[in-house]
């Protein structure tokens, strides 16, 4: 699984949605990722990329795009 | 059902205390008791309540900015059956209604958990009528009462879900907000009344509670034994009342001098409880209580006190050396 797939695949299985829903999410969007279904996201992403990421980061991360530019730019994740 | 596995424990640390306790634990009192009922003093949302707030709402009331009465309908709940969980802040819960829990909880043995949030320092940016540094002491001389403190969010979990089969009353208090740092990364089985060595060790053991503070004790043993190459064991007491006497009984003989560290002032509370069993013992080890000295500290950010109080893992090694030193003079 490339980085890519791990990244979409986080947001699929913290928040039980399909791929296309995936890659235009943002904070609040859905139900699911609320304050706590945030948590999990990121926890969820810090395991399939074996990082763990700073607080005003997992605050920063509002959509799907925005953890990819974050990923990226702060910890190493070639998209 | 809630899995215990390394990346929740991971979230639960990052979400705090406060969602852990509610969006995670709750629901599953709420399951084995759906009788539960959880009331707050107009704190819903700052407690983390919400989301299972909107799921269950029959198990939830906001009585409003009244946490004396909030104990009143906690009791006349009780009375008729129910389980009951009350929060608000920890000086509100203990300074404010000390009168009602003396009462109700103490005295009439009800069945009600009083969760106090943002205990010890926690509240210093607030002001110091926010400070929580003597609930312990107040809430540990009252007859009947469990007296509870996490060391992480997954031991708050566990501890909640205890709460929910423990009859009787019950204070838990914890510090801290979000980011709270773990201490536990595996599994293990939380039982009320018994404490849980963290870390082996020889000469001196650190016993210690607290949320933040059983983690900068680990860390403070790491930094003791790198300076002066002495290995001390860490033992954590999440039960602050009943005291884990049993165990504390084992150290006898085994340990120089034993370190309390709390997040409390040093008059009343944990290691005071452990002095206090000290007495009836032979041989004890010497006891040093580490905690929030007997003064008004200056007002601020829950680090900044903590650093001013001696509660950081820099300033806790240095204190336990500096110890050691006199000792061996």
């Known amino acids: 699984m ?54 005003d980061d997992i605050i920063d991360f509002s959509s799907y795009e925005k953890g990819k530019e974050i990923l990226s730019s702060k910890y190493g994740v070639s998209f | ?28 009192v709420i399951a084995e008791n759906p009788e539960v009922i959880a009331l707050t003093a107009d704190l819903g949302r700052y407690s983390g309540m919400m989301r299972t707030w909107s799921k269950h709402p029959e198990n939830f009331l906001n009585v409003g900015i009244a946490e004396q009465n909030m104990i009143g309908i906690a009791a006349g709940l009780a009375l008729c059956g129910n389980a009951v969980f009350v929060t608000t802040y920890a000086p509100f819960m203990t300074y404010r209604c000390a009168d009602q829990i003396r009462h109700l909880l103490g005295n009439h043995n009800l069945n009600i958990k009083a969760i106090g949030s943002a205990a010890g320092l926690s509240g210093g940016l607030s002001g110091s009528s926010l400070l929580a540094v003597g609930d312990i002491a107040f809430v540990r001389s009252i007859p009947n009462m469990t007296v509870l ?17 423990h009859k009787g009353p019950v204070y838990m208090r914890f510090c801290g907000a979000v980011n709270i740092p773990m201490v536990y990364k595996t599994d293990y089985d939380f039982e009320i009344g018994k ?27 790491s930094i003791i034994e790198s300076k002066t190459g002495i290995s001390s064991a860490v033992v954590n007491f999440p039960t602050i009342k009943p005291l884990d006497e049993t165990y504390l009984a084992s150290v006898v003989g085994k340990f120089e001098r034993i370190y309390t560290v709390e ?41 900044f006190m903590l650093e001013q109080c001696g509660l950081t893992s820099e300033r806790i090694s240095t204190q336990i050396i500096n110890d050691l030193k006199e000792t061996n003079k």
């Open chain 2, 263 to 303: 997040e409390h002032s040093v008059i009343g509370g944990f290691g005071s409880a452990v002095a206090e069993f000290a007495t009836q013992m032979e041989n004890f080890p010497r006891i040093r209580m580490l905690g929030i000295p007997d003064s008004i500290p200056v007002l601020g950010h829950r680090p």
């Open chain 2, 195 to 221: 404490a849980y060595p963290l870390k082996d060790g020889e000469r001196i053991l650190i016993a210690v509670t607290g949320t933040t503070i059983v983690a900068e004790v680990l860390k403070a043993a």
């Open chain 2, 1 to 28: 059902m809630v899995e215990f596995n390394p990346r929740n424990f991971r979230m639960w640390s990052m979400m705090g205390i406060n969602p852990s306790i509610w969006s995670v634990a709750f629901p599953e």
């Open chain 1, 2 to 55: 490339n980085n890519e797939e791990k990244y979409l695949n986080a947001f699929v299985e913290a928040f039980e949605i399909d791929a296309d829903t995936a890659k235009t999410l943002k904070y609040q969007q859905i139900p699911a990722w609320d304050s706590v279904g945030h948590m999990g996201l990121m926890a969820k992403i810090e395991e399939s990329f074996d990082i763990m990421m700073e607080p």
């Open chain 2, 149 to 165: 403190s996490p060391a992480d969010c997954t031991e708050a979990i566990k501890m909640v879900m205890a709460m929910g089969d």
